[in-house]
C-alpha cells in the first residue's frame, strides 16, 4: 500500500550520497514548490562528513573480502549513525519532510545490486521518515538499476534552452543529455560511460601512496603516454559501447597493473585523464554545454582534458546553482520526493527496464 505522507506546500528534502569512490558522506538540502514533473527545485546547502575508518570496512565488503554477520551489521550500524549526524548537522534544527537515502553500493552487477543501509536508525533518531532503496524496483522490472539520476538532472535544469548534457564524474562517469525547454522524459538520454575515480584514486593508492590526486596535481605534473592510452582506450571505448550499468569488476585496475612498471605514477594518472576525457567527449558529442559535477570534477587535469576533448562549452554544474560536490545528493533529494509524489524516477530507454516504469523506494516512518 502507498505510504500517504503529510504534504506541505513547500517541502524541504534531503538526500544523502556516498558513491562507488567511498571517500565521504554527502548531504544536500533542497527547497521544492510544486509536485511530480512539474516541480521547482533550489539548492540550499550541502553538508560533507569524512566517513573515517568506516570507509575501510565498506571499501573491504565492496572488494568481495569475506566477512561476518555481526561484522557487517556493525558496519550497517556505524554507517547509519553517521547519516544520522550529517543529516542534524545539515539541518540545525531546521524542518525537513524527508530523507532520501542512497545508501553504500557494496556489489553491483544486474540483476543483483545492494545498497547497505539502515534506514530505521536515521529515522527514528532524525524524526523524519526516510526513503531508501530506490534501485531494486527497476532491476526487479528488468532493468539495470542505473542510471536513476537523468529525471532529477532533468528537473534541475529545466530552464535550459539548448542540448545540454551533465557528466557525473563519480567512481564510474554516467551522463544525462536532454533537450531544452522543460522536463521531458521519453527525451531523455543518459548511460554509465566508463569508468573514472575508479580508475584515477586506484592509480593514487597504489602508486602515489594517498587515497586520492587533489585536485589532479599528480596528473597535472604528468605527461600522457601513447601506448599505454591506446590500450586504456580500448578498454574504455568497450565499456561505453556496452550499453549497460557499470559497477563490480569495471574498476580496470588491470590496465594499471599492465602499465605500472613502464610509465612513470604521473604520466599514468595523465593518460587515464585523457582516455576518460576521450569517451566523455564521445558520448556527449551532440550537447551544446556540457556541466561537469562529482568528486572528479575537483580534478583539474581531468577537467582541462574533458575541455579540450569536448565541441561543446564545459562549465562546472555550480555555474548553474547546484554545487558539484552536491550534485548527486540533492539528485536524491528531489528522487525522493518524486517517490513520495509516485512518479516513475528511472526511464525505460535509460535503464532498460520494462514500460511502465515502476514507482521506486521503500519507505520507513520515524
Known amino acids: 500500500m502507498p505510504v500517504t505522507l503529510p504534504r506541505m506546500p513547500t517541502r524541504r528534502a534531503i538526500g544523502c550520497m556516498t558513491g562507488t569512490s567511498i571517500d565521504?558522506?554527502?548531504?544536500?538540502?533542497?527547497?521544492?514548490?510544486?509536485?511530480?514533473?512539474?516541480?521547482?527545485?533550489?539548492?540550499i546547502r550541502g553538508h560533507s562528513l569524512e566517513l573515517g575508518e568506516v570507509s575501510i570496512r565498506l571499501r573491504h565488503l565492496?572488494?568481495?573480502?569475506?566477512?561476518?554477520?555481526h561484522e557487517i551489521?556493525?558496519?550497517m550500524h556505524d554507517f547509519a549513525d553517521l547519516h544520522t549526524r550529517a543529516v542534524r548537522e545539515l539541518l540545525a534544527g531546521e524542518r525537513?519532510?524527508?530523507?532520501?537515502?542512497?545508501?553504500?553500493?557494496?556489489?553491483?552487477k544486474p540483476p543483483l545490486s545492494w545498497q547497505l543501509v539502515q534506514p530505521a536508525t536515521i529515522a527514528r533518531a532524525t524524526g523524519v521518515p526516510v526513503?531508501?532503496?530506490?534501485?531494486?524496483?527497476?532491476?526487479?522490472?528488468?532493468?539495470?538499476?542505473a542510471p536513476v539520476t537523468p529525471i532529477a538532472d532533468a528537473v534541475f535544469f529545466r530552464e535550459m534552452r539548448d542540448v545540454w548534457a551533465v557528466a557525473n564524474l563519480g567512481g564510474f562517469c554516467n551522463v544525462t543529455v536532454a533537450p531544452g525547454g522543460g522536463v521531458s522524459p521519453d527525451r531523455i538520454y543518459a548511460r554509465d560511460v566508463c569508468v573514472c575515480n575508479q580508475l584515477l584514486d586506484g592509480i593514487a593508492r597504489t602508486l602515489l601512496h594517498c587515497d586520492f590526486d587533489a585536485d589532479g596535481a599528480a596528473a597535472s605534473r604528468g605527461i600522457e603516454h601513447a601506448d599505454a592510452l591506446i590500450d586504456l582506450e580500448g578498454l574504455l571505448e568497450s565499456q561505453r559501447r556496452a550499453q549497460r550499468s557499470l559497477g563490480t569488476g569495471d574498476e580496470s585496475a588491470e590496465w594499471v597493473s599492465r602499465w605500472r612498471?613502464?610509465?612513470?605514477?604521473?604520466?599514468?594518472?595523465?593518460?587515464?585523464?585523457?582516455?576518460?576525457?576521450?569517451?566523455i567527449a564521445l558520448a556527449t558529442s551532440e550537447t551544446s554545454i556540457l556541466l561537469l559535477a562529482g568528486g572528479g570534477a575537483r580534478n583539474k587535469a581531468l577537467a582541462r582534458a574533458i575541455a579540450s576533448a569536448s565541441a561543446a562549452r564545459v562549465a562546472p554544474t555550480d555555474e548553474f546553482g547546484l554545487p558539484g560536490q552536491y550534485r548527486e545528493a540533492a539528485c536524491f533529494a528531489v528522487l525522493g520526493a518524486l517517490c513520495q509524489d509516485r512518479v516513475p524516477i528511472t526511464l525505460p530507454q535509460v535503464t532498460g527496464c520494462t514500460a511502465p516504469a515502476p514507482i521506486s523506494g521503500a519507505w520507513v516512518l520515524p
Open 24 to 43: 565521504g558522506l554527502d548531504a544536500a538540502l533542497v527547497e521544492i514548490d510544486g509536485s511530480g514533473l512539474g516541480m521547482r527545485v533550489r539548492f
Open 62 to 69: 565492496a572488494d568481495q573480502h569475506p566477512m561476518r554477520a
Open 131 to 145: 526513503v531508501y532503496d530506490l534501485r531494486q524496483a527497476d532491476l526487479a522490472a528488468g532493468g539495470q538499476g
Open 73 to 75: 551489521t556493525g558496519l
Open 261 to 279: 612498471a613502464q610509465v612513470a605514477p604521473e604520466d599514468l594518472a595523465a593518460t587515464a585523464c585523457a582516455g576518460i576525457a576521450e569517451e
Open 96 to 108: 525537513c519532510d524527508l530523507v532520501s537515502i542512497h545508501g553504500q553500493t557494496v556489489f553491483h
